[in-house]
């Protein structure tokens, strides 16, 4: 689920490094992702040695030459571990600092007292969406899974029960509302509204999370009753600790890069002037990176300090925040450019070709082709920019909100069902201690759940407005 930025989204499609016939990359894909699964279930290898067995298999069923198919792959891994690489070793870094200041106890202490019982996983649903609105998905996670994963464990709640909501309203605010990349790509394709698009898409983004999250959640539990894995849980403050960071201290600390991040977004709409000063400095505060490293930076004062500790032990922590997570790096990596050798043997490109000729209504066709090509690629973000650019066209005889539908259908059709070739797959399977087959019932059967439902709300609204 790597995430583009606009620029990157404007450049042209990459040429496929093979000339194969729509029968050989359909038959080249589903050996490719076979390989991977057949590698991680039957023989228990690594993931991150199975993705990249399996992208080389996939070049070679298409018909690819093996040096150019081993250039796709090591240009998505670098591609993905560049875009959230860093992000996530902030992040553990924030997590860590959190965790051993006292600062995430004082949190999860302060939910637990103020949301127990059968509202935990409403309240999960509203911070999650909250502070999704305005971060990339990979940021969203490993700010919240963290928290997730303590409250589950120390509440004694079912992990599912918590995590599912959480995952739900980082992923649909994602998908359905601008400013994220992909819903403001297509906004520009179809020539929609903005405001109209940002007012329907909170719309029909309400509905969808409350079913994909705390309903949905009630029955992952009963499927998947896993413990929080304690490998990934921020071991409780040490008691001898002499205090902990205030609450409001630790809530600032969490929230800086969303309200940076947030005011870039802001900043974006209001201005639009690529030129203007005030512009281009929220576009470098509010980058991911400069919001996570000035959370870092304002941490080893308001959460640190405070708890005692001094620069040898500043630097020890730091140095145990980044071990933790250097698998998770590279099988999201290898997710990455098992993605790249997917795009670039021409799946995608294949996908449009076919669906050229369907003769539906313009909202499902768009739901349909970003499903198509996200079920190809594993990318959101791809999916929505194929399918608003074939689809563009037919917006032209189109009203306001109409257009503005069109946008949140094809942002719909992008969450269908992630799978082994999606980079989120492995993030949340690694983060919550999951088996492949665990994954697919929770996290991918959610985001197939947010897909329908999203769809289902814009075809009826269509009906409506």
């Given at each position: 689920?790597t995430r583009l930025s606009v620029e990157m989204l404007a450049a042209d499609p990459v040429e496929p490094i093979t000339s194969a016939g729509h029968a050989q990359l359909g038959i080249a894909v589903l050996a490719g992702i076979a390989v991977i699964v057949l590698?991680?279930?039957?023989?228990?290898?690594?993931?991150?040695?199975?993705?990249?067995?399996?992208?080389?298999?996939?070049?070679?069923?298409?018909?690819?030459?093996?040096?150019?198919?081993?250039?796709?792959?090591?240009?998505?891994?670098?591609?993905?571990?560049?875009?959230?690489?860093?992000?996530?070793?902030?992040?553990?870094?924030?997590?860590?600092?959190?965790?051993?200041?006292?600062?995430?106890?004082?949190?999860?202490?302060?939910?637990?007292?103020?949301?127990?019982?059968?509202?935990?996983?409403?309240?999960?649903?509203?911070?999650?969406?909250?502070?999704?609105?305005?971060?990339?998905?990979?940021?969203?996670?490993?700010?919240?899974?963290?928290?997730?994963?303590?409250?589950?464990?120390?509440?004694?709640?079912?992990?599912?029960?918590?995590?599912?909501?959480?995952?739900?309203?980082?992923?649909?605010?994602?998908?359905?509302?601008?400013?994220?990349?992909?819903?403001?790509?297509?906004?520009?394709?179809?020539?929609?509204?903005?405001?109209?698009?940002?007012?329907?898409?909170?719309?029909?983004?309400?509905?969808?999370?409350?079913?994909?999250?705390?309903?949905?959640?009630?029955?992952?539990?009963?499927?998947?009753?896993?413990?929080?894995?304690?490998?990934?849980?921020?071991?409780?403050?040490?008691?001898?600790?002499?205090?902990?960071?205030?609450?409001?201290?630790?809530?600032?600390?969490?929230?800086?890069?969303?309200?940076?991040?947030?005011?870039?977004?802001?900043?974006?709409?209001?201005?639009?002037?690529?030129?203007?000063?005030?512009?281009?400095?929220?576009?470098?505060?509010?980058?991911?990176?400069?919001?996570?490293?000035?959370?870092?930076?304002?941490?080893?004062?308001?959460?640190?300090r405070p708890a005692g500790f001094g620069k040898d032990r500043v630097s020890g922590l730091v140095e145990k925040g980044l071990a933790p997570i250097a698998g998770i790096l590279l099988i999201v990596g290898a997710g990455g450019g098992f993605k790249q050798t997917l795009i670039d043997t021409g799946v995608g490109a294949m996908i449009l070709d076919i669906s050229k000729d369907w003769s539906i209504p313009a909202l499902l066709l768009?739901?349909?082709?970003?499903?198509?090509?996200?079920?190809?690629?594993?990318?959101?973000?791809?999916?929505?920019?194929?399918?608003?650019?074939?689809?563009?066209?037919?917006?032209?005889?189109?009203?306001?909100?109409?257009?503005?539908?069109?946008?949140?259908?094809?942002?719909?059709?992008?969450?269908?069902?992630?799978?082994?070739?999606?980079?989120?797959?492995?993030?949340?399977?690694?983060?919550?201690?999951?088996?492949?087959?665990?994954?697919?019932?929770?996290?991918?059967?959610?985001?197939?759940?947010?897909?329908?439902?999203?769809?289902?709300?814009?075809?009826?609204?269509?009906?409506?407005?």
């Amino acid at each position: 689920m790597t995430r583009l930025s606009v620029e990157m989204l404007a450049a042209d499609p990459v040429e496929p490094i093979t000339s194969a016939g729509h029968a050989q990359l359909g038959i080249a894909v589903l050996a490719g992702i076979a390989v991977i699964v057949l590698l991680i279930t039957k023989f228990k290898l690594h993931a991150f040695l199975s993705l990249t067995i399996g992208s080389l298999a996939l070049g070679a069923f298409a018909g690819a030459p093996l040096d150019k198919a081993i250039t796709s792959f090591t240009t998505g891994l670098g591609t993905t571990v560049a875009g959230v690489g860093v992000l996530i070793a902030l992040g553990a870094i924030l997590g860590k600092m959190l965790a051993d200041s006292g600062g995430a106890d004082q949190i999860v202490d302060t939910i637990l007292a103020k949301a127990g019982g059968r509202s935990m996983p409403w309240a999960m649903v509203l911070i999650a969406s909250v502070i999704g609105l305005p971060l990339f998905f990979e940021v969203g996670v490993v700010l919240l899974i963290p928290v997730v994963l303590m409250v589950a464990k120390r509440g004694n709640y079912s992990l599912m029960r918590i995590g599912i909501p959480a995952l739900a309203g980082l992923s649909v605010m994602h998908g359905l509302v601008p400013p994220h990349p992909g819903p403001l790509v297509a906004i520009d394709a179809v020539k929609a509204d903005l405001g109209v698009t940002l007012a329907l898409g909170v719309l029909v983004a309400i509905p969808t999370v409350v079913i994909a999250g705390p309903l949905f959640s009630r029955y992952a539990a009963r499927w998947v009753d896993v413990p929080a894995p304690d490998k990934m849980i921020p071991q409780r403050a040490s008691e001898d600790l002499e205090k902990r960071p205030g609450f409001g201290a630790t809530l600032i600390t969490i929230m800086l890069p969303v309200i940076l991040m947030l005011s870039k977004a802001l900043v974006d709409i209001v201005i639009d002037d690529k030129e203007n000063t005030t512009q281009r400095v929220f576009d470098v505060i509010g980058s991911p990176l400069i919001a996570l490293l000035a959370s870092v930076l304002l941490g080893i004062f308001t959460l640190l300090r405070p708890a005692g500790f001094g620069k040898d032990r500043v630097s020890g922590l730091v140095e145990k925040g980044l071990a933790p997570i250097a698998g998770i790096l590279l099988i999201v990596g290898a997710g990455g450019g098992f993605k790249q050798t997917l795009i670039d043997t021409g799946v995608g490109a294949m996908i449009l070709d076919i669906s050229k000729d369907w003769s539906i209504p313009a909202l499902l066709l768009a739901w349909l082709i970003a499903v198509a090509i996200r079920l190809a690629t594993g990318s959101a973000t791809v999916a929505t920019v194929s399918a608003a650019g074939l689809v563009a066209p037919l917006a032209a005889d189109m009203s306001t909100t109409h257009a503005a539908l069109l946008v949140l259908a094809i942002g719909a059709g992008s969450l269908f069902f992630s799978h082994v070739n999606d980079a989120g797959f492995w993030l949340v399977k690694e983060y919550f201690g999951l088996n492949v087959g665990q994954t697919i019932k929770t996290w991918s059967v959610m985001e197939t759940i947010i897909s329908v439902v999203a769809g289902g709300i814009v075809l009826l609204l269509s009906l409506i407005i």
